[in-house]
């Protein structure tokens, strides 16, 4: 009896051991080893073809004419989900790395511009706030995209252990508090005034949104930590939306032929872009994504990157966003968002300055009885003072206000005017709309940017904190 039973304690022994060291990896995935990110020269890579001058010229630059793979023949045993590199190119590359992850190979791709200086390029791995993390690099495949034939000479390329950050991410200062949801792309989700005294009030099953609410309304309130962005689905938040081409194999959405149509926030389906980057200080978020096609499936990621940099300065939250596109679609000329703004429904009053006298304290105009925009016919108002916002129901209410510099052109509705009913009415479905249309020319290989802010309080108080950052 005692020969099994020891028999029976060193099989049990034995398989703790091997679910340890099969557990080990996980366990340790989620022990951050890395928090400085710096391509170094930590793998060396060589070819395996018969001639390397056939592949490389007498600067070091690696010749692309077919897809070409290079080795990490150095590479060593180390937990990973972020990499980088460092590089020049004469052309747009498209590039997959394959790595071990547990006991398969995954592959994944990126994309990287032209650029005649060293550039750094750092991205996230798949699935990395899932915690799957990639234990040693093998291959790099290399592709020029918009040139038979190009350049690309590497510097560096590393891999590193970052900490898996939370789902949401937040950051204050002044009077504001901003966020973004990293499962939407990193589109701005959350702004929340800190000094005017926010609050939701429950008035006859309605929610309403103002300063004061409470004493507005004379009842209590229901929330006092408001979000004044709507965040319902993929399709609401403050994020960036391009509409391209028909002449591809393009979805459906709402019966319609949908153009290709990169959101950041993610695709009609729910489904989350993907996470590139992200860097964090003080009162600064930036934030890069690979966004879905907003009709498609997830399956059908875009080959393209948003990035946003979003700061509180001056009162407002200052964000620069930018878009690259690598598809090679064929080019569309197109009305853009720039941006999409969905902010909480309650506050339902329209208000812009629609004169011919910017910034000298004109009177204001204001819409109160605005429907679902695609109902109204899709209804722009032009503003000289490029701004436009949704206060309360009172002359003197709260509100949120959008200004994009030198944009005039603003499309504007809401949904399910008037049936707010969530305590946090940023996850209703009721939501009020701005979009800042411009046309232009949808083009593959060509980077885009822009600028918005936005602003909190009464409407005396937006105007005033736009028309300083207008006259700076």
Known sequence: MKKVIKIILAIVGALAVITLLILSPYIASFIATDDEFKVGNDYEMVFTVSSINDIIDDSGNYIIDNPLTLYFHEADFKLFNYYGISYTADCYVKATLTYQRGFKEHSEEFFLEPSDKSADFYSFTDDFLEAYKGTKPLTLTLEALNSESGKIKIDGFSVFNREIPQQEIFTEADNLKIGVDLLWGGALSYVEDLNSDVEAVNVDGKIKVDSNASERYQTKAVNKNVNLINRNDTGRLVQQSYYGTLDYDHGVYMENDWRYNPVQGGNQYNDHSKIIDLRVTDNEIYI????????????????????????????????????????????????????????????????????DKPWTDDKLSYEKDLIFWPDAGYPHFYSKENWAAFTGEFDD????????????????????????????????????????????????????????????????????????????
């Open 288 to 355: 890069k994504c690979r966004p879905l096609d907003w009709a498609k499936e997830k399956e059908f990621i875009t080959p393209s990157y948003m990035e946003a940099w979003y700061i509180i300065e001056n009162g407002a939250v200052h964000t620069t966003c930018r878009f690259v596109d690598f598809s090679g679609y064929p080019e569309a000329e197109c009305s853009q968002e720039i941006p999409a703004f969905y902010c909480v429904a309650p506050l339902e009053s329209f208000v812009y300055y629609a004169g």
């Open 397 to 472: 209410s709260f509100g949120i206000g959008i200004y994009v510099p030198d944009e005039e052109e603003f499309l504007t509705g809401i949904y399910e005017r008037g049936n707010t009913t969530n305590e946090d009415p940023s996850k209703d479905g009721p939501t009020s709309y701005i979009a800042i249309t411009k046309t232009r020319t949808f083009r593959s290989f060509e980077a885009f940017s822009y600028e918005y802010y936005l602003a909190t309080g009464n409407t005396t108080e937006i105007r005033d904190t736009f028309k300083e950052i207008a006259q700076q």
